[in-house]
């Protein structure tokens, strides 16, 4: 057992793709016991190489040292089994945008998690935290922990409270995020989207919307606003990265939330979707991406 101080030592990543990757690389780097949970053998592997891969990127960029590298690969450790989390401070779900999906793996989350005063964190974008919790029966401890892809290189995390977490997991949240893995926090009611996909989202159906209609092709609606507003990437392309199947997915949530038509997805982007261009994971969205680009 850990010594009875609230801070948060061992973490338990629940997914590993492109968020839960990002976010089990953080914690390793910053010194954590992590442990990351995959369904199966296969997902695990891609998800270690997706590790690696961001690894060897920041020792080329010299933002980490070779031996930090390899120690942090040494370090984590992989499971297909959710009782391994039983000793866990944290468990930081990343799975995704399926609310069925979310609020059985937290029903598993409290059932396995043996230590009374374990936090429970999401990284959903749009599924209220408070139907998460109440898939518990320790709402109170259960939280949003939102970060942003790449999750090593933008150092946001969106902190967002049910109506029933407590202060004091509210404040060990808030300590961990800033204090061991030196993230910007900013804090969000309880509502689809948070405040960044809230304002991002829109923007990217209005994108698409526009590439849609003929109005402008997709090199010229990226360009204009990598060059004439100062964005690094434009947000066709940001759509590819961040996967049509999430902004598919939280757009659909902040819809049945708000019911405003700036929230609807636009036909093309569910025909992609369906078609399984899902952007840059996939080799093919707004653009095509060759295997070594795609990650
Ligand atoms: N670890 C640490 N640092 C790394 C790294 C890694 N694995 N990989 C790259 N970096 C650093 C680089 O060293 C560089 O730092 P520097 O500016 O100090 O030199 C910086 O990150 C940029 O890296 P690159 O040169 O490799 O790449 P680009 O300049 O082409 O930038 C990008 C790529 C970071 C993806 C940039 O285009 C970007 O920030 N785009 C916007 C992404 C964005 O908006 N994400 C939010 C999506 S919304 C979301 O995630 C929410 C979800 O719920 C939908």
Not at 203 to 225: C, H, K, N, P, T
């Amino acid at each position: 057992m850990n010594a009875n101080d609230g801070a948060i030592r061992k973490v338990g990543v629940v997914g590993c793709g492109l968020m839960g990757s990002g976010i089990a690389e953080v914690c390793v780097r910053n010194g954590l016991d992590t442990l990351v949970y995959e369904v199966n053998g296969e997902a695990l592997e891609s998800g270690r190489g997706r590790i690696n891969q961001s690894l060897a990127r920041a020792v080329e960029r010299g933002k980490l040292a070779a031996a930090d590298r390899d120690a942090a690969m040494a370090a984590l450790e992989f499971t297909t089994d959710l009782t391994d989390f039983a000793d866990r401070d944290l468990a930081v779900e990343a799975v995704p945008e399926d609310e069925e999906l979310k609020t059985g793996i937290f029903a598993t989350l409290d059932r396995v998690m043996l230590r009374p005063d374990a936090l429970f964190a999401s990284n959903t974008s749009s599924i209220p935290i408070m139907k998460l919790g109440a898939a518990t029966t320790r709402p109170g401890q259960v939280m949003g922990l939102h970060f942003f892809n790449p999750v090593p290189v933008l150092d946001l995390v969106e902190l967002v409270p049910s109506l029933v977490t407590t202060d004091t997991a509210w404040s060990r949240m808030r300590h961990f995020a800033t204090d061991v893995l030196g993230r910007h926090v900013i804090a969000s009611q309880d509502r689809a989207g948070f405040v960044v996909n809230s304002l991002l989202i829109p923007y990217l159906l209005a994108a698409i919307r526009m590439f849609e209609s003929g109005f402008a092709v997709a090199q010229d609606i990226d360009e204009g606003m990598v060059r004439g507003c100062a964005h690094p990437m434009g947000p066709l392309a940001l759509t590819d990265h961040i996967g049509l199947d999430t902004t598919l997915a939280v757009a659909e949530s902040l819809y049945a939330e708000f019911k405003e038509p700036l929230y609807a997805p636009p036909p093309l982007l569910s025909r992609m979707v369906e078609a399984g261009h899902l952007g840059r994971k996939a080799g093919r969205g707004f653009y095509a991406y060759p295997a070594h680009v795609a990650r």
